[in-house]
C-alpha cells in the first residue's frame, strides 16, 4: 500500500484545514487507517483512527471534538477535517495504514510522507 497525504498548510487559529491521505491498490477497505502527527522535538503522537468500513473512530483527547476522521472506500482515501485548530496543533501530520486497530505507531505497517500544519496564533 502506498499512501500520499495532502491538504495541509498555514492557517490562523481557529481556522480551519482539510488534510487528505490517498492510497493505492485494492484492498484499501481491509485497513484500519490512522493519522499521527509529529512537533519539531516532539515524538510521534497518534491523532486518530478508522475502522476498515468506517464504523468505528477514535480520537486523542486533545482533538476530540475539534477533528473528524473519515474515509470513502470507493475513493481510496481517508480524511483528517480538522476545526478550530490551535498552535499547539502544529505538526507534521502522517496517515498510517494497518490491519489493527490502536493508537501505537508500531501497529502501522505502511505510511505516506507527512504534510505541514502550521496554526499561527
Known amino acids: 500500500v502506498q499512501l500520499q497525504a495532502f491538504g495541509g498548510g498555514l492557517v490562523q487559529a481557529g481556522g480551519s484545514l482539510r488534510l487528505s491521505c490517498a492510497a493505492s491498490g485494492r484492498t484499501f477497505s481491509a485497513y484500519v487507517m490512522g493519522w499521527f502527527r509529529q512537533a519539531p522535538g516532539k515524538e510521534r503522537e497518534f491523532v486518530a483512527a478508522?475502522?476498515?468500513?468506517?464504523?468505528?473512530?477514535y480520537y486523542t483527547g486533545s482533538v476530540k471534538g475539534r477533528f473528524t476522521i473519515s474515509r470513502d472506500n470507493a475513493k481510496n482515501t481517508v480524511f483528517l477535517q480538522m476545526n478550530s485548530l490551535k498552535p499547539e496543533d502544529t505538526a507534521v501530520y502522517s496517515c498510517?495504514?494497518?490491519?489493527?486497530?490502536?493508537?501505537?505507531?508500531?501497529?502501522?505497517?505502511?505510511w505516506g510522507q507527512g504534510t505541514q500544519v502550521t496554526v499561527s496564533s
Open positions: 478508522i475502522s476498515g468500513s468506517g464504523a468505528a473512530t
Open positions: 498510517a495504514a494497518g490491519s489493527r486497530f490502536g493508537t501505537t505507531w508500531a501497529l502501522y505497517d505502511y
